[in-house]
């Protein structure tokens, strides 16, 4: 089979079994994707599944690895960012987000997460400011983020 020797057959399956909602599935196919080829996106898709865990230090340490690979992948920085949140690392957190933005400044997701760390931190100007911008996005933001963003405004209000 010579499917068993992909890691980019892994990994789609992997996304197959996330779409399925099955992670633990989804977690043991990006392991072997990741056994046979460390790509940033099998990295980044590793880390999300384990921190949604809580399991953040190997989450961190992926995502240091995918962003190592590859320093201009805006979400590699996104996913070490959103990873350093979680853990309560918010001042690396934000210097990875920034990162993030600034290597693609029109990113709605990235500039959402970082007015929500804005706020956690008590930088309400910095929270405004994105949280402006992106009211001017609305046409772009997914009905998700709409409701985060709706939610960053209240608590701004």
Same mark, same amino acid.
């Given at each position: 089979?010579?499917?068993?020797?992909?890691?980019?057959?892994?990994?789609?399956?992997?996304?197959?079994?996330?779409?399925?909602?099955?992670?633990?599935?989804?977690?043991?196919? /990006?392991?072997?994707? !990741?056994? !046979?080829?460390?790509?940033?996106?099998?990295?980044?898709?590793?880390?999300?599944?384990?921190?949604?865990?809580?399991?953040?230090? #190997?989450?961190?340490? !992926?995502?240091?690895?995918?962003s190592a690979l590859y320093p201009i992948l805006p979400p590699a920085w996104e996913t070490?960012?959103?990873? /350093?949140?979680?853990?309560?690392?918010?001042?690396?957190?934000?210097?990875?987000l920034q990162r993030a933005h600034a290597l693609a400044p029109g990113n709605t997701s990235?500039?959402?997460?970082?007015?929500?760390?804005? !706020?956690?931190? &008590?930088?309400?100007? &910095?929270?405004? #400011?994105? &949280?402006?911008?992106?009211?001017?996005?609305? &046409?772009?933001?997914?009905?998700?983020?709409?409701?985060?963003?709706?939610?960053?405004?209240?608590?701004?209000?």
């Amino acid at each position: 089979w010579t499917h068993r020797r992909s890691a980019y057959a892994h990994y789609v399956v992997a996304y197959l079994h996330v779409l399925d909602n099955h992670p633990a599935r989804a977690e043991k196919a /990006l392991r072997k994707s !990741l056994a !046979l080829r460390k790509t940033p996106e099998a990295l980044m898709d590793m880390a999300w599944l384990l921190s949604e865990r809580r399991e953040h230090g #190997e989450a961190e340490q !992926l995502a240091r690895a995918a962003s190592a690979l590859y320093p201009i992948l805006p979400p590699a920085w996104e996913t070490l960012g959103v990873i /350093l949140t979680r853990a309560q690392r918010l001042t690396e957190a934000e210097r990875a987000l920034q990162r993030a933005h600034a290597l693609a400044p029109g990113n709605t997701s990235v500039m959402l997460y970082l007015a929500e760390l804005y !706020l956690r931190q &008590g930088n309400k100007n &910095g929270a405004m #400011e994105l &949280g402006a911008r992106l009211a001017g996005m609305q &046409g772009r933001l997914s009905p998700p983020k709409i409701a985060r963003l709706n939610t960053l405004r209240a608590k701004l209000a």
